[in-house]
């Protein structure tokens, strides 16, 4: 039977089943509080925070007794965490380490001596938090980034809230950057503070403790519940962030007003590197953007570490109305250029002005997180999660201002400190560690038709190649279940008839809310009618005409103004036909389609060369295996006109070919990806046959 707790500000989400089936094993009780604990936001974010516990464990090698502890690795997230992302160390060896410990000016040395301390040969790497887990005596501690906690933590009169909530049941101590050093000022504060439930560790976050897993986090929720009480209390009935300045548009012009613009931002922010958008217009982010406080709050930047690794040094704030008119692409620009040209000096001065003999070099100029009035904040990353994530990390900073200038005033990090964590050795050398991009990492790819079959296919390879996948699809069925074969930040979808030029823009703008723009077009929706001209109706000709060829026309004419706006060139690659170059029996629709197909591929590659992007075409023939045109009227119609059974169909056509080949929707896929993969980035206006080797289509 399960015991719900009464928590208003946490969610409590302990399961004595679940928890009692983990009884005797300390390793899962760890992993299982530690993943509560990270799917609640307010509690700590992705990557955010540590969880740690002890146990006795057999020395392998001399068979005795030894304390080992057991603590969330390098650059894990405690959400997701499992056991291959922990790290086991010896405790023995870890507090031997303070025997040549040499001080602060050498605390990165210390990190590279927790190998020597390692206890199960599997483990991760340690983190830099350690030390800090390792010098307090508790079997299980929770390192955490509470929005509510942090908000006490970055208040100017920090220590003073701390003993108005806590009384002497809670330490308190200066910031510090996580090392070495903070494990042993943390243990000094436990030694002269004896039954303390916890730590504030001044504009950073929280320690807490347990003898078991469950009391660990009890004392968590309940330490971070009386934090949210006491921020609540006071914020109630005042103004938030001295009240509102802007009104913000109603919801759904706010979204095409930020579907407008993400691609120019983009652009800009992508200036050094291709970067992926994400886009939110939550209460909170408006509550924050339209506010009086914006401009005294934005420019002093996070103050948790944590938060300040993704958000940057502080965000970009555009002096644009919510209903300023976007519509113009040179006034746009024209008045995007010198606000980001503004926040990129800035952010080399900063750099110059606050960086070590030893620093690495300066990394990308552009901002993370730009912030709208009115309309909503963007933020663009390497790639959708990690662009998410900055954005949901820049939600906790907003709710930690919020609190904090409810009880006091927001302090944030001396800039000093704030570049000495940004420009660590040691968060580089995790960023070398970090595997190498794929070929399409940083893209956003578009494919029409791409609920099932060719264009499925298509997707399901650019997606494994890193690309962001945006579907459309005349079914809303096959939308829905193609897209959920990719994950949370994977892939967006939007039903759409693309002869519909209304309902082709909304799915554009779809990818520029999802991603912030598209780099890939791939136009893969058809149809097929098999039938000789007598039999070939004005409706059938039309429905084949609009959806080949006007919905290749609408689509790329959408896709050109948004790659124009963000002016990194950029792929258009049109699935067409062998049919596009053989005439064929009883095909006159499709047939004419194609070609027309293949010809406004030609003349898009000669108008748009120039501007980088690329226009290629790829000629499949009788993928018969998983193809939606095959399935029903057509194959019948096909079979007809050779003389064969359907059933024969895929053996015909294969016998029929120099290879004598059959062709799958995932070669087509691998033809897609010749031309966008990189290599021939400097190709347009060409012709792949992906056929298996049809003579008469020889293209020369």
């Excluded at 790819?445 to 005349?474: H, N, P, Q, Y």
Aim: hydrophobic fraction near 40%.
């Amino acid at each position: 039977m399960n015991i719900v707790k009464d928590f208003k500000y946490v969610d409590y989400l302990w399961d004595e089943e679940k928890a009692a089936a983990l009884e005797g094993d300390e390793v899962a009780l760890l992993l299982y509080r530690s993943n509560i604990l990270g799917s609640d936001l307010r509690i700590t974010n992705y990557g955010g925070g540590n969880t740690s516990c002890k146990t006795i464990e057999k020395d392998p090698l001399t068979g005795k007794d030894t304390e080992v502890m057991w603590i969330k690795g390098s650059g894990g997230d405690i959400g997701t965490l499992k056991r291959d992302g922990l790290a086991a160390l010896y405790q023995e060896r870890l507090h031997s380490l303070k025997n040549i410990y040499r001080g602060l000016e050498f605390e990165d040395e210390m990190v590279g001596l927790f190998q020597h301390c390692i206890f199960d040969l599997d483990s991760r790497a340690p983190s830099i938090d350690t030390p800090l887990h390792s010098f307090l005596p508790f079997k299980h501690i929770d390192h955490l980034h509470p929005d509510a906690a942090i908000a006490i933590a970055a208040a100017k009169d920090s220590r003073k809230i701390t003993q108005e909530i806590f009384g002497d049941t809670m330490g308190w101590v200066h910031w510090q950057r996580p090392g070495f050093d903070l494990g042993l000022q943390l243990a000094k504060c436990l030694e002269e503070n004896p039954g303390i439930r916890g730590i504030v560790l001044e504009s950073h976050g929280l320690f807490t403790w347990g003898d078991t897993a469950y009391e660990c986090y009890i004392n968590s929720l309940e330490v971070i519940e009386m934090c949210s009480e006491y921020l609540e209390k006071h914020i109630e009935g005042k103004p938030v962030f001295g009240g509102e300045k802007v009104k913000a548009l109603p919801t759904e012009e706010r979204k095409q007003q930020a579907a407008i613009l993400a691609p120019y931002l983009r652009g800009f922010c992508s200036s050094e590197k291709l970067m992926v958008g994400h886009f939110t217009d939550s209460e909170r982010v408006l509550e924050f953007i339209n506010s009086q406080d914006l401009d005294k709050l934005a420019p002093m930047g996070t103050s948790c570490p944590d938060h300040f690794l993704r958000t940057k040094i502080k965000p970009l704030v555009l002096n644009f109305t919510p209903d300023e008119d976007v519509s113009d692409a040179a006034s746009v620009k024209e008045k995007l250029t010198p606000l980001f040209e503004e926040y990129r000096a800035y952010y080399k001065d900063y750099y110059e002005n606050h960086k070590r003999d030893n620093s690495p070099a300066m990394r990308d100029a552009n901002p993370v997180v730009i912030l709208w009035p009115g309309v909503g904040m963007f933020t663009f990353a390497k790639n959708k999660q990690t662009a998410r994530v900055a954005s949901e990390f820049y939600v906790n900073a907003i709710n930690v201002m919020r609190g904090a200038e409810a009880v006091s005033s927001y302090t944030s990090l001396p800039l000093q400190e704030a570049f000495d964590i940004e420009y660590w050795l040691l968060e580089e050398a995790k960023l070398q560690r970090m595997p190498k991009e794929k070929p399409l990492s940083r893209k956003v790819a578009l494919v029409t038709g791409g609920g099932g079959g060719i264009g499925k296919a298509i997707a399901d390879r650019l997606a494994a190649e890193g690309a962001c996948v945006v579907l459309t699809d005349i079914s809303q069925e096959r939308l829905d279940e193609a897209g959920a074969t990719y994950g949370k930040d994977g892939a967006a979808w939007q039903q759409a008839d693309v002869t519909d030029k209304s309902a082709v823009e909304k799915v554009f703008d779809r990818a520029a809310l999802a991603f912030g723009g598209v780099d890939i077009i791939i136009n893969c929706a058809g149809l097929a009618i098999s039938k000789p001209v007598e039999d070939t109706t004005e409706a059938d000709w039309d429905l084949i005409q609009n959806v080949i060829v006007k919905g290749q026309f609408l689509v790329s004419q959408a896709g050109v103004e948004v790659m124009r706006k963000q002016d990194k060139g950029g792929d258009i690659v049109n699935i067409a036909s062998k049919n596009a170059l053989v005439a064929g029996p009883k095909n006159i629709g499709y047939g004419t389609a194609k070609s027309a197909q293949v010809h406004m591929s030609r003349l898009l590659a000669a108008e748009l060369g120039s501007e980088k992007i690329r226009v290629n075409v790829v000629n499949p023939d009788a993928v018969i295996v998983g193809s939606k045109i095959w399935e029903g009227k057509w194959a019948e119609g096909r079979a007809k006109a050779y003389g064969v059974s359907v059933e024969e169909l895929p053996a015909f056509y294969a016998k029929r070919t120099l290879m004598n080949e059959i062709l799958l929707p995932e070669d087509i896929a691998a033809g897609v990806f010749t031309f966008v993969g990189g290599d021939l980035s400097k190709s347009t206006g060409n012709i792949l046959n992906v056929d298996g080797g049809v003579a008469q289509a020889f293209v020369r």
